[in-house]
Structure formats: structure tokens, C-alpha cells
């Protein structure tokens, strides 16, 4: 399988217990957010975004959290299934400014039945 | 469905070798990326393009050249392949310029120099 978990943070949970990833940005100036799930051998995919004038965004299953006081942005999952094990990676951007997006390194989360 | 389309998944060359890795997007998209990603370092990107025959480069684009000449194709070169460019590669597309909306990725490259 895709290697990119080696040396990772990881977070195991039971299935349809709730999960907590967490992720620290650099930069204050920051302005826009997103959340991405990478499964084994694949690309990564959209889950979420946040822009910097909110707190909180709320999709299905999965709800973002910004707390720009310290610079730490949160992915909750809600009744985690297996299906949901994979790499997850924060993105920042960095004003409006700027059309690239910076990554954190990536938490896995493992999901036991 | 919008599509980013890498057209190798696997590749193994020899050290020396140039090497194309061609990415095409079918959503109309103005900015195209290349990252590299690696264990335990993340995503790193490579260079980018805002518009045809334009690019700037990222954070490590030593080693690496890109081509833009067709709105919907982004190609990265490595004129000479070295085993430290060893790595999975990352095309994406994003279609606002000002600084919001989500990154689209295609599926990945994975380059192995020997």
C-alpha cells in the first residue's frame, strides 16, 4: 500500500466512536482552510473548508473547527466507520493574495470494527 | 465529474533519464500544481501556473522544470533523474485565482529512480 503514513501521528478509534484530528497552521495571516482524506494508492479528496471569518462549518458527518486565537483548526467525525481510515491533512492559505495552498504533515486515522 | 488525470500511476527509471510526467484537468481550471509528497514531510510543492506558458516555482523546485502550453496540460520534467526524486507526485487544479476554493488532485505518479 501508499507509504505516505509512515511516520505519521495516528489516531485508532473503535467504529461509531467520534474522532478528533487535530492541526496547528503557521501563518496569522492566514485566511481560508481545508481539510483533505487521502486512502491508500489515491489522490487526496475534499472533505471540508472553513474561511477565516467563521469558527465552525459543519458537513456531513465531519464538522471544522477554527480557533484563530492560537492557531489551531480541528476535523470532528462523527460515528467514524472503517471506511473512514486514511491519511488527513490540513491546508492553509495563505491570504487572498495567493492561489497555493500550504500543507500540514498529515494524521492517520485507523478505524477498528 | 470533474477529472485531473495523471497519465503514468507507476513509472521506474534510471538515474540520468529524462522524465515527463503529464497531468490534463477537464474543469477549465487557470491554476495548476505539482507537489511531491514523501513520508514524514508532507505535501511539498513544486512548482505552479496561473495561466498558459506561466509559472512560478515553489518551495523545492530545484531539480525540476514544468511546461505549460495548453490551459488544460501541465507537464513536470526531471532532465535528469536522480534516486533523491524518488517520491509520489501530485498534479492538482484549482480554478479561483484569489486565494479560495478547494484544490482538485489527480491520483498520483509514483516515480521510483534507480
Known amino acids: 500500500g501508499e507509504s505516505v503514513g509512515l511516520h505519521l501521528p495516528t489516531l485508532s478509534v473503535q467504529e461509531g466512536d467520534n474522532s478528533i484530528i487535530n492541526c496547528a497552521y503557521s501563518?496569522?495571516?492566514?485566511?481560508?482552510f481545508i481539510w483533505y482524506k487521502q486512502e491508500s494508492g489515491k489522490g487526496p479528496q475534499f472533505i471540508i473548508d472553513i474561511r477565516s471569518n467563521m469558527d465552525k462549518r459543519q458537513g456531513q458527518r465531519v464538522t471544522v473547527l477554527l480557533n484563530k486565537t492560537v492557531k489551531h483548526l480541528s476535523l470532528q467525525i462523527a460515528a467514524t466507520q472503517p471506511g473512514d481510515s486514511a491519511v488527513y491533512f490540513c491546508a492553509e492559505n495563505l491570504g487572498s493574495g495567493y492561489s497555493t495552498l500550504t500543507f500540514g504533515k498529515g494524521t492517520m486515522l485507523l478505524v477498528s470494527p | 465529474d470533474v477529472k485531473v488525470t495523471q497519465s503514468s500511476r507507476y513509472l521506474v527509471k534510471r538515474t540520468g533519464e529524462k522524465v515527463f510526467l503529464e497531468c490534463v484537468q477537464d474543469?477549465?481550471?487557470?491554476?495548476m500544481f505539482w507537489y511531491r509528497q514523501d513520508p514524514g514531510l508532507g505535501l511539498r510543492l513544486i512548482y505552479f501556473s496561473y495561466d498558459v506558458k506561466m509559472k512560478e516555482k515553489g518551495d523545492i523546485p530545484e531539480g525540476y522544470s514544468v511546461s505549460r502550453e495548453k490551459k488544460e496540460r501541465f507537464s513536470l520534467i526531471l532532465e535528469s533523474a536522480s534516486t533523491n526524486q524518488t517520491s509520489m507526485y501530485l498534479c492538482?487544479?484549482?480554478?479561483?485565482?484569489?486565494?479560495?476554493?478547494?484544490?482538485?488532485f489527480g491520483e498520483g505518479s509514483r516515480l521510483t529512480v534507480l
Open positions: 492538482a487544479s484549482r480554478s479561483q485565482g484569489r486565494g479560495t476554493g478547494e484544490l482538485f
Open positions: 501563518n496569522s495571516a492566514s485566511d481560508y
Open positions: 474543469m477549465d481550471h487557470e491554476n
